[in-house]
Each structure stands twice: as C-alpha cells, then as structure tokens.
Nanobody, 113 residues
Framework: VQLQESGPGLVKPSQTLSLTCSVS??????????WNWVRQPPGKGLEWIGY???????YYAPSLKSRTSISRDTSKNQFTLQLMSVTPEDTAAYYC??????WGQGTQVTVSS
C-alpha cells in the first residue's frame, strides 16, 4: 500500500487547511482499516489528529476536535483532512497513515500571512 499527501504548502492564518491522501494498493473501505492524519510541528513530537475508519466513522483528538473534519471519497480512494481557523501553531509536517503503521512521505504546511 502507498499513501501520498497533497495540498497547499502555505495557508494564511484563520483560513482552512485542506489536505488529501491518495491511497494505492489497498482500499480505504478494507475491513478493520483505519486511515489517520498525524502531524509533527518543527522541533516537536508527533501529534495524532484523527482518523476515518473503514466504515466511514471518524474519531478526532480532543484538542483538535472542534476544528477538524476528516472525510473520504471512496470512488477516488482518497481521504481528506480539513483543519479550520489555523494559526502559526498549526505549522507542521502532515502525514497520512494507515493503521498507524504505513506512512505517507508527508507534506510540509506553513501557516503564515
């Protein structure tokens, strides 16, 4: 399985960060699969953002839940992260991850005016 993140590398404060993960070699509806978003701010550790299960159910980190949405397009085998009202503290490398085992290469997102 391969995962590839895509989206803008620069987002302005207060706007919505939107990233898409394209999956190949597996289906995002595979039973017992979980499709995660994880980020790592510069100089800090990994932070789990949330995931969408094979059923389409979503789960979010409590600290980000109020401004996070994860959705999917099964016809394209993609899932998407939307993080609203971003601040410079949301600057990070963002990764999509299957079952917290198989990682995409990551994409850097900077929040700056």
């Amino acid at each position: 399985v391969q995962l590839q993140e895509s989206g803008p590398g620069l987002v302005k404060p207060s706007q919505t960060l939107s990233l898409t993960c394209s999956v190949s070699g597996d289906s995002i509806t595979t039973t017992y699969s979980g499709w995660n978003w994880v980020r790592q701010p510069p100089g800090k550790g990994l932070e789990w953002i949330g995931y969408i299960a094979d059923s389409g159910s979503t789960y979010y980190a409590p600290s980000l839940k109020s401004r996070t949405s994860i959705s999917r397009d099964t016809s394209k085998n993609q899932f998407t992260l939307q993080l609203m009202s971003v601040t410079p503290e949301d600057t990070a490398a963002y990764y999509c991850v299957k079952n917290l085992r198989t990682w995409g290469q990551g994409t850097q997102v900077t929040v700056s005016s």
